[in-house]
């Protein structure tokens, strides 16, 4: 096979899977009834004059399933960090005990349930909608060989791999979305 179709297969696989990744890390943040420290991924506070990420300067464990404890390093911050996180909207209210913010996560109504399951959806349609952008542009690719002098069959063939390549991510996208719907659904 030649090294021009190669690199766009794998080009094009590459790019497919960090869509993917990008996916789960979007999904990680949607709440799905138990506590999980990456639900303050992106709460920044304003640390020193710099925007910086909750995780960057307090410790973040979840005991159990039901509560987030931050830990702040400089305790000095702890009331700029519960500022933050009720300034993010999250529908957390953070306890100050002084030395530790206890942010207990409330159970999940039926109703906001569903409201996270679509917005899981929003964000698997966009992982689709990104993995079908990819395959038009290595298609594009593909017929710019074509016109380079790559004979013909094997530009069918690479049309056909890269379409085989989109199907599989396809599914893997659903699979990945159905596992977090479940995941948001179970009570």
Do not use: C
Not at 39 to 45: F, H, Q, S
Not at 65 to 79: A, H
Not at 107 to 123: Q, W, Y
Request: charged share 35%; net charge negative; proline share 4%.
């Amino acid at each position: 096979m030649n090294e021009e179709i190669e690199f766009t297969l794998e080009e094009t696989k590459e790019s497919m899977n960090l869509t993917v990744q990008h996916l789960e890390k979007e999904l990680q943040k949607v709440r799905a009834g138990k506590a999980s420290a990456q639900m303050l991924d992106g709460v920044k506070i304003d640390y020193y004059g710099v925007m910086t990420p909750i995780e960057q300067t307090a410790n973040v464990s979840t005991p159990d399933g039901r509560q987030i404890i931050v830990q702040p390093w400089d305790k000095n911050v702890l009331g700029l960090i519960d500022k933050a996180i009720q300034a993010a909207n999250l529908g957390f209210n953070p306890k100050n005990e002084g030395e530790i913010l206890r942010i207990i996560v409330p159970p999940l109504t039926e109703e906001r349930r569903r409201d996270l399951v679509k917005k899981a959806k929003i964000e698997a349609e966009n992982a689709r909608i990104g993995i079908r952008n990819i395959r038009r542009t290595a298609n594009e690719t593909a017929k710019k060989l074509k016109k380079d002098g790559i004979p013909e069959d094997e530009v069918d063939k690479l049309e056909t791999e890269i379409q085989k390549i989109t199907d599989d991510f396809i599914i893997k996208v659903d699979k990945i979305f159905e596992t977090k719907e479940k995941d948001i659904m179970t009570v």
